[in-house]
């Protein structure tokens, strides 16, 4: 269900020519692997025998001792059947010598992939040894042929993908087959691997750990795959240089977790991966799928993968950075292009921007956005023309906040009280006005849409919305109140980042005076404030008691549209990444919350306005999103309810 697989990266302390030593001590990680609860453990380039032999690799002596050592970890592996291990070794096939990795599991060898891209400069005499792939006169090799106990056939070529038990699909690849223009793992992701392992021996120089990192974070991204690189450690022979330990695991180009040290040797890094996002990743992405070269399959048993993803790190907050200057440097960008949009929109059309200012979080980074947009179009702040409209609920505190950040902003401040036209539009309908039904909360956003619509129409503007996509996606607005406008800067923007960005932009020099009362809105509650307030005039309607918190349900809205995952994932993901926060019968009524209203509020998001799109989640009609208004969640939320 949670399509998790847990990989390691081992890398021994090799000693050059020493097979023995070399395969207790590989045995010795394999254990390890397996008490970590390993799917898959991942050895260097020719770590039986050592990347640096030399012409040591012509003796027979070592080549018989390497495949002696494979005999033994072969039947080493038959303890411990989940886990699939993949090591290097020189092996001869067909006369010819190939520099190899070989995928092994419950005491069979599955098969054997040579290395292609021999190099053969500087201090590489790889060609001197070794025949590439491309040499192959065979698609398989019978394993008593290659001294491997047993009498059966193991398929041989670089055009192999592993099966494992549950479907999940391995392609393997050697060293400097990632550094050509057409990587192995680039056909082999095309024709369906998910999982790209890279046995390497890298040595190290200046600046290459860093090359090498976004190589691989590189490949990861272009392929949609996850790739795991094993490099070897420092006891190679250092005869001409050191090699370096450098070990990586990347999921669609980010770096899931790479070894501390610079320069290491023996030791195991252990990661889970997401086999359930390459998938969603590649249903999307079109572009990873073909039939450049054929493949063939090896089956590598029934075991299914065992990984439970809880090394797998989660963030709560999916739509937000975790370190401040990441997290300064991504809000600063979003709003940049939130600017940038609301800026061509009125040069296009030559129109003042209209916005209804409630002293909330929302109406507040949309005033923000457009006073930077008349600032950056060289037209006067006062082209933007704030409307607070206060009524029956609104507070002292919000009141307040409102007319203070128009006043420093210096825009056009105008305050148009809309009660008594609440109060007769309620008396037109014959609605009770001390009933505080939907019709009460609603009579008061479609007011303050009418009179945003008709005086933009009278000083020629547009009206900016300030609707945000937490919203949008709980339906969280009043249809054609304030889920209308001409242009709806927050559209893309969830709640959760909402918050940091004013805070980033109250510290930004163009907004220095209004930065106290930007910290002032920062601590207010959220809330529509459509019900009167309390006794003492505090706010009395907060939304989070009424929809939900705003973090779950940006947390369900980031893994159900961002990778499609199940609910019952979702639901497994979010106890864990809020473990201290909510117990498990809070989420899943939170997660009920969120799919009732996801589906049944479409109808508002098949005809919302233009909006910048500035993340990779957004529920524009015209773009990202495009559901049916009828469309029914009965499967989802049956699902949720059996959890």
Known sequence: ????????????????????????????????????????????????????????????????????????????????????????????????????????????????????????????????????????CQKQVNARELGVAGNYEIPVGRDLIFMLGDGTRIGMEICEDLWTPLPPSTLLALNGAEVIVNLSASPETVGKRADRREL???????????????????????????????????????????NSQ????????????????????????????????????????SKPLRSDGSLYK???????????????????????????????????????????????????????????????????????????????????????????????????????????????????????????????????ARERTQILMDYAGQVGGIVVGTGDLSELALGWCTYNGDHMSMYGVNASVPKTLIRWMIAAIAESPQFALAKDVLLDILDTPISPELLPPDETGKISQQTEDLVGPYALHDFFLYYALRYAYAPAKIYALACRAFRDDFDGETVKKWLKVFYRRFFSQQFKRSCMPDGVKVGNVSLSPRGDWRMPSDATGRIWLAEVERI
């Open 1 to 136: 269900m949670l399509d998790y697989i847990r990989i390691a990266c081992a890398v021994p302390a090799v000693r050059v020519g020493d097979t023995e030593q070399n395969t207790r001590d590989i045995c010795d990680k394999i254990a390890e692997a397996e008490n970590a609860g390993c799917d898959l453990v991942v050895f260097p380039e020719l770590a039986l025998t050592g990347y640096t032999c030399g012409d040591l690799f012509f003796q027979e002596t070592l080549l018989n001792a390497a495949v002696a050592g494979l005999n033994e970890i072969c039947k080493y592996t038959e303890k411990f059947p989940a886990l699939h291990v993949a090591v290097g070794l020189p092996l001869v096939i067909g006369g010819q010598m190939y520099n190899c990795g070989v995928l092994l599991s419950g005491g069979k060898v599955h098969g054997i992939v040579p290395k292609t891209y021999l190099p053969n400069y500087k201090e590489f005499y790889e060609r001197r040894w070794f025949s590439s792939s491309e040499d192959l």
């Open 262 to 301: 610079e320069l290491q040797t023996d030791y195991l890094l252990v990661q889970d991966a997401d086999i359930g996002c390459v998938r969603s990743e590649r249903r999307l992405n079109k572009c990873v799928h073909g039939k450049m070269e054929s493949v063939r399959t090896a089956d590598c048993g």
């Open 216 to 258: 691989v974070k590189h490949q990861s991204a272009v392929c949609n795959c996850i790739y795991a690189y094993t490099s070897s450690g420092y006891t190679e022979s250092t005869q001409d240089m050191v090699f370096s330990g450098h070990s990586i695991i990347a999921e669609t180009g980010a770096v899931l977790t790479e």
């Open 314 to 444: 989660l963030n709560k907050l999916p739509f937000i950075p975790q370190t401040k200057q990441a997290r300064t440097e991504h809000c600063n960008s979003v709003f940049n292009l939130q600017v940038t949009g609301l800026a061509q929109r009125l040069k296009t059309i030559g129109a003042k921007a209209v916005i209804g200012i409630s002293g909330g979080l929302d109406s507040t980074l949309a005033l923000l956005v457009a006073v930077e947009a008349m600032r950056r179009l060289g037209r006067p702040i006062s082209d933007v023309c704030g409307i607070t409209m206060p009524c029956f609920g609104t507070s002292d505190r919000t009141y307040r906040n409102a007319w203070a950040l128009m006043e420093k902003l210096g825009i056009t401040c105008k305050e148009i009280s809309i009660k008594d036209a609440v109060n007769t539009h309620f008396r037109d309908i014959d609605h009770d006005p001390n009933a505080f039904d939907t019709t009460y909360e609603n009579a008061q």
